[in-house]
């Protein structure tokens, strides 16, 4: 199957501080949103509006968190990074890919998650 076949039943969310215009594509191998800025090997999304959110307020940059809703051109996989290593389950609903996504619409809403609203996105600690 070619990646123009492949379908999602859900839409995706990328979270980021990064101003887009129309025509630009998420792609990997550009500095990452968070730590020291190192190429992105992935291009990471969540179906997830509230993880999209997260990300968006947790991004490095100048200017207020972004939410774009994007449309993968290949395979996707769960982000390993969240959901072997802190949440097993994928309850982010945080998903990653090797591809470059295109985006169609940004969030007119500027603001950033409800009160306790990350904590929806994340099960319950436990002890």
Do not use: Q
Not at 97 to 112: K, L, Q
Request: proline share 11%; with cysteine.
């Amino acid at each position: 199957m070619r990646a123009s076949e492949i379908s999602y039943p859900t839409p995706f969310f990328h979270g980021t501080k990064a101003e887009l215009r129309p025509g630009d594509l998420i792609v990997a191998g550009r500095p990452s949103n968070y730590g020291k800025r190192n190429p992105a090997s992935w291009v990471y999304m969540a179906a997830a509006l509230d993880a999209a959110i997260w990300g968006a307020e947790l991004a490095v940059g100048e200017g207020p968190g972004r939410i774009y809703l994007v449309e993968p051109t290949g395979p996707i996989e769960d982000d390993p990074n969240l959901t072997d290593k802190k949440f097993p389950g994928n309850p982010t609903r945080s998903y990653r890919s090797a591809s470059r996504c295109g985006w169609w619409r940004r969030s007119r809403d500027g603001r950033g998650t409800r009160p306790n609203g990350c904590r929806r996105c994340v099960p319950p600690w436990n002890g």
